[in-house]
């Protein structure tokens, strides 16, 4: 029966590479001459492999990122060596070999070429199928080439922070350093500049250009510690994942399963030339020297970032020495609002400063209420939350497939006439409601969208309401309103 399957298979490769040709075009072959052919074939198809083995070794030892140079090169070993013309040639030589095989079983009057004869055209075809065999198998190979060039361009990125981890480090150090000094400065001048105006020795307009400009400076210093603390946050999250979320270590557990497979090659494949097996063998360490590159310069880049990733990069700089990245702004932010709350108290007496600090005292309290409230409010009605409501709702009740369920049922009943019967009646019932948005499950979701609206609306009011009022407030205060509102 398995040669006879075998046979079967055989015969349609034939047809199939001959075109369909008629049976007056068939050639019956004897096993005489098709073993010569096919081990002349074996050969050229090793030698073949060989060469393509040697150039995959290439490509796995490979530190290039460009495609062209990778899969690009592997594409073009698969068209010309695993899928090539002397793998082609093999199976159609191996398929006639076949043929001849079981005709010489099957016909007396070829009893001269049993025995011997047949046990070596068995073992050539033994060695020939699982040659080609193997030259299709082994095209998993290329998952491992794609897999390298991936760990290829990782490396290069990481070599190339790593190589600008100096310069980058150093960069927020002295912009730190230097914001720090410039604090110094202007907090050292501002109290000064007070002090001579409590004791008169300078005049109200004086000192409120003068701390307009120190304003305008710390504004400015705010800015750029919050630029700073935005991309220290950001980066010390992804060096504190270590990088290896980029290729996770399961694509590598698949490189191992391939390199379990090429190590073994020699056994799976016995009647293969050992040096195509022994080439194959060969493959097996490389994608574990990759990931251990990778792994290395991960470690490496982590290393060189080290004081960033635990907060220690501004040791000894006065101001921001021991905070928190996303404590930095708010060190300016103390010496704005107390260079604001100077300023405002300037423009009308010294008796009236107490009053105006405690305003932006009160002033933050509020806004930071509202805060809070306009983010609930966006956390609750935004654009978000709607779109995960609108598909819990309306994509619960699989509708679509149950109308499309619905409809099979319903043609099948009306191709074999059976529209008489009951169950065809209630699927045309549920059909209908489904049409004609009266399923429960439709009415029950739209309830609770329309609910949700409703709900929203009302939400609006109250966020129009906040922003209003912190407009109001602001403004009363001298400054710029910070809440700006907006659609839900």
């Not at 010489?104 to 049993?114: F, G, T, Y």
Request: negative net charge.
């Amino acid at each position: 029966m398995r040669s006879f399957k075998k046979l079967t298979a055989a015969l349609l490769l034939l047809t199939v590479l001959c075109g369909g040709a008629g049976a007056s075009d068939y050639k019956e072959f004897t096993v005489e001459e098709m073993v010569p052919l096919v081990e002349k074939n074996i050969a050229e198809a090793e030698g073949s492999l060989l060469e393509g083995a040697a150039s995959v070794e290439a490509l796995l030892k490979s530190p290039k990122t460009d495609a062209s140079q990778m899969t690009g090169k592997w594409n073009e070993l698969v068209e010309q060596v695993y899928n090539g013309p002397a793998i082609k040639e093999l199976a159609v030589s191996s398929a006639n070999l076949l043929m001849a095989l079981e005709n010489a079983r099957m016909d007396p009057a070829q009893s001269s070429v049993k025995g011997q004869d047949l046990a070596v055209g068995r073992s050539v075809y033994q060695e020939a199928e699982e040659l080609v065999d193997f030259a299709r198998e082994v095209q998993s190979v290329g998952e491992a080439v794609a897999w390298t060039l991936r760990v290829n361009r990782h490396i290069e990125s990481l070599e190339k922070d790593i190589e600008n981890a100096p310069v980058r480090v150093g960069a927020y150090v002295e912009e730190m350093r230097a914001m720090s000094a410039s604090l110094d400065i202007i907090l050292r001048q501002g109290r000064k500049a007070f002090d001579e105006l409590r004791r008169g020795q300078a005049t109200p307009a004086g000192a409120r250009e003068e701390f307009s400009r120190y304003l305008s400076y710390i504004v400015l210093i705010k800015a750029m510690t919050q630029n700073a603390a935005v991309s220290l946050i950001n980066t010390s999250k992804y060096l504190e994942s270590d990088g290896s979320w980029v290729i996770p270590g399961t694509e590598f557990k698949r490189m191992e399963v391939l390199a379990e497979y090429w190590k073994d090659a020699a056994n799976l494949y016995p009647s293969i030339g050992r040096g195509i097996t022994a080439a194959a063998a060969r493959w097996a360490p490389l994608p574990k020297a990759s990931w251990s590159s990778y792994l290395e310069s991960g470690k490496e880049f982590t290393e060189v970032y080290g004081p960033l990733i635990k907060g220690d990069l501004f040791k000894g700089i006065r101001h921001f020495e021991g905070k928190n990245y996303a404590e930095l702004p708010m060190v300016v932010f103390e010496a704005e609002t107390t260079v604001r709350t100077v300023l405002s108290a300037v423009v009308e007496v010294e008796k009236d400063l107490e009053k105006r600090k405690k305003a932006l005292e009160d002033d933050e309290r509020l806004m930071a209420k509202e805060k809070d409230e306009v983010a609930r409010l966006e956390k609750e009605y935004g654009p978000e939350t709607q779109r995960i409501l609108y598909r819990a709702v309306f994509t619960r009740g699989q509708w679509f497939d149950r109308m499309t369920n619905l409809i099979l049922l319903i043609e099948q009943f009306e191709k074999s006439g059976s529209t008489d019967n009951p169950i065809y009646r209630k699927a045309r019932e549920e059909y209908r409601e489904f049409e004609e948005e009266r399923n429960p499950d439709q009415v029950a979701a739209k309830k609770t969208w329309d609910h949700f609206q409703a709900k929203k609306k009302e939400a609006q009011k109250k966020l129009d309401q906040i922003v209003a009022e912190h407009a109001k407030r602001k403004t009363g205060l001298g400054l710029e309103p910070v809440i700006k509102g907006g659609k839900l």
